[in-house]
């Protein structure tokens, strides 16, 4: 068998979901990402987004990157360990320590190198990561790009997880695990969790992306939702969600950033954050500070969806979040609905095999503060008429 030949199979299935309307991805916007959003000159509402406080498209966000552009130019032309360290990104991790109340922070070209560096830096031969099975796939191949072992836990199952500890005893471990899952919606268990790693003598890392400017009192994330902000050792997050760019950081004890610093793979060897996007999420970060009603507005959407939907009998698993899956449990019938829905006025993400397990495929659904009331009632009555259509409800 020819090395080329299974592309050549998988172009062929993507031909036919094509040709039959089914294919629902790299779809291209002509429009800012905002609650409404053009493709192909057609107008939809969109509930596909990360775009949890609607900042990307904010006046004083773009204001800030177009300024860092006039100072700095567009890029940085090598690594920050070497040529590509600007002041900016120093003052950037400072308020990110601040916002999140560690010692110290450390910036990324992206969420995905922060995982894939983070994990592979601590965990050496003879140590143990020990994840959660929904974990975003980032955590994943970070566990690949480490030396050390790496065990899986059923999701959220405290009794599984308490297990894999068992089995660690004599090594150095680590936990690594999402504080918002991000095709569930669901919420780790941090208590139960914080608890385990106490008694088993396991370090905790938080990967927040989907939780900073959502979830606790000041949008600082799961650890603060659980008042438990210094019993987690690391905090790791993107910029491409609440956070209006893309990028991503880890925030802990100065030391261990330190290390991390100096020997992760992904810091060294990537060029550094554009100036522009290192101004835009400073600015997001102060908005996040300054504008609670954003938080209050977007917890208001997520509550009438979250209703909504079962209201209407759709089936949203555990989800508790702005990130509210609609379960399908089949390949072509949510490749259909998403057809369906995009007809009818509304963007929506098809979520199948290996994204979620088989027998769990879904439509991922998530909110912005700057849906208004009248797009939403809009997405329910489209969810109705199209579920209907073909018999999901």
């Not at 109340?101 to 020990?130: C, H, W």
């Not at 060029?271 to 835009?280: E, Q």
Request: charged letters at 25%; a negative charge; one cysteine or more.
């Amino acid at each position: 068998m020819d090395l080329f030949e299974k592309c050549a199979q998988a172009t062929e299935f993507e031909s036919g979901l094509r040709q039959s309307g089914h294919y629902c991805f790299f779809r291209r916007l002509e429009s800012p990402q905002d609650s409404e959003v053009v493709i192909n000159g057609k107008k939809v509402i969109m509930i596909g987004s990360n775009n949890y406080l609607g900042l990307t498209n904010h006046p004083r966000v773009k204001e800030a990157a177009i300024k860092a552009i006039e100072k700095y130019g567009t890029g940085c032309a090598g690594s920050r360990f070497l040529n590509g360290n600007l002041e900016i990104h120093e003052e950037l991790e400072r308020k990110l320590a601040r916002f999140l109340r560690k010692e110290a922070a450390l910036v990324f070209a992206t969420g995905y190198q922060t995982n894939l560096g983070v994990i592979s830096a601590l965990v050496e031969r003879n140590d143990v990561a020990i994840i959660d099975m929904y974990d975003h796939a980032s955590i994943v191949d970070g566990c690949r790009l480490s030396f050390g072992e790496v065990k899986k836990y059923r999701h959220n199952d405290m009794d599984a997880l308490e297990k894999a500890l068992e089995g660690t005893r004599g090594k150095d471990k680590l936990i690594v695990v999402d504080g918002v899952f991000s095709m569930e919606g669901d919420i780790a268990d941090l208590p139960a969790i914080v608890k385990l790693a106490k008694a088993y003598g396991a370090r905790i890392m938080l990967d927040d992306a989907h939780a900073v400017g959502v979830l606790g009192e000041g949008g600082r994330g799961t650890a603060e939702h659980f008042g438990l902000e210094n019993e987690v050792d690391l905090i790791m997050g993107t910029h491409s969600k609440a956070l209006a760019a893309i990028g991503g950081y880890i925030a802990g004890p100065s030391d261990v950033i330190n290390w991390i610093k100096h020997v992760s793979r992904s810091m060294i060897f990537s060029a550094s954050l554009p100036p522009s996007l290192v101004a835009s999420v400073s600015t997001a970060l102060d908005i996040i500070e300054e504008l609670p009603e954003l938080r209050a507005r977007l917890w208001r959407n997520t509550h009438k969806m979250l209703n909504g939907y079962k209201t209407l009998g759709y089936d949203t698993g555990t989800s508790e979040t702005p990130i509210i899956p609609v379960v399908i449990k089949d390949t072509m019938k949510a490749y259909e609905m998403c057809r369906l829905l995009f007809e009818n006025g509304v963007f929506v993400n098809a979520v199948i095999s290996p994204a979620v397990p088989q027998g769990r495929e879904l439509l991922r659904t998530s909110y912005m503060a700057t849906h208004t009331e009248e797009q939403l009632d809009k997405v329910l009555a489209a969810f109705d008429k199209v579920g209907r259509q073909v018999g999901a409800i």
